[in-house]
């Protein structure tokens, strides 16, 4: 074979090293792989990202996923543009999915808050156990 023909090993190249042959973070790798927990080795480990966190005048808000049903999701975007309607233009701007959201959540939870297992929170739950 010739040495045109020859494939070139790429992923060696980023590993070994070409002076001394050796592989790049071996040692540091084995270090990891046989640090025990609360070891120093560990204290080294970068964290999981933090979430993001907005601040808007002192209100810091966490951002979060969540799972809409379809229905639900279409059902909060004509919400949104029914809401937009009956609202002062200069207050427009205010009627995002996000606010709509953690309005509804903060009504919810109140309520939930005063009446425990008699709020519409949980019986809406237990309805939609009895469906499945």
């Known amino acids: 074979m010739s040495e045109k023909s020859k494939k070139r090993d790429i992923l060696a190249d980023i590993l070994n090293d ?3 042959g050796t592989i790049r973070g071996l040692e540091e790798l084995n270090k990891l792989i ?4 609360g070891g120093t080795v560990e204290q080294g480990l970068p964290r999981a990202a933090e979430p993001r966190v907005k601040s808007r ?3 810091k808000k966490q951002k979060t996923t969540h799972y809409l049903t379809r229905e639900v999701f ?3 975007g004509e919400a949104r543009a029914g809401i937009r309607d ?3 233009e200069e207050s427009k701007s205010k009627a995002s999915k996000s606010r709509i959201v953690e ?3 903060t009504m919810v939870l109140h309520e939930f808050g ?3 297992k008699e709020s519409a ?3 809406e739950l237990l309805k939609k156990n009895e469906e499945e």
């Open 86 to 88: 009956l609202l002062p």
């Open 57 to 59: 005048r002192g209100r």
């Open 18 to 20: 070409p002076h001394t």
């Open 34 to 37: 046989h640090a025990t927990p």
């Open 103 to 105: 309005s509804a959540i």
């Open 121 to 123: 929170l949980v019986r």
């Open 74 to 76: 279409d059902h909060l």
């Open 114 to 116: 005063e009446k425990g």
